[in-house]
Nanobody
Framework: QVQLVESAGGLVQAGGSLRLSCAASGRTFSSYALGWFRQAPGKEREFVASISRSGGSTYYADSVKGRFTISRDNAKNTVFLQLNSLKPEDTAVYSC????????????????WGKGTLVIVSS
């Protein structure tokens, strides 16, 4: 198993930037693909980005492509999500997820989840 803990989110103005991190413990970090999802108030959880075990492949939702960047540091057992050019509609609880192989956008196919961190973007 793997345990995931996200860094604190925060309040940021529209157009600003924020970097989220998610630290993993447990089994070998490099054995897992990692992803970020978000859930806005009153909405379903949605896929944001994912990265393969090696970090060689990344995937993004259309809504964040070109603004967000996912990366990982296998030596530090950490996955990052850089959020740039933030918009009020990016306000959500962001959660990281891990799976041995899956990198897709279907949330119930990911095996492990962090508790999430709140990001608020003010207009």
């Amino acid at each position: 198993q793997v345990q995931l803990v996200e860094s604190a989110g925060g309040l940021v103005q529209a157009g600003g930037s924020l970097r989220l991190s998610c630290a993993a413990s447990g089994r070998t970090f490099s054995s897992y693909a990692l992803g970020w999802f978000r859930q806005a108030p009153g909405k379903e959880r949605e896929f944001v980005a994912s990265i393969s075990r090696s970090g060689g492949s990344t995937y993004y939702a259309d809504s964040v492509k070109g603004r967000f960047t996912i990366s990982r540091d296998n030596a530090k057992n950490t996955v990052f999500l850089q959020l740039n050019s933030l918009k009020p509609e990016d306000t959500a609880v962001y959660s990281c997820a891990a799976d041995e192989a899956y990198t897709g956008s279907t949330d119930y196919l990911w095996d492990y989840w962090g508790k999430g961190t709140l990001v608020i973007v003010s207009s």
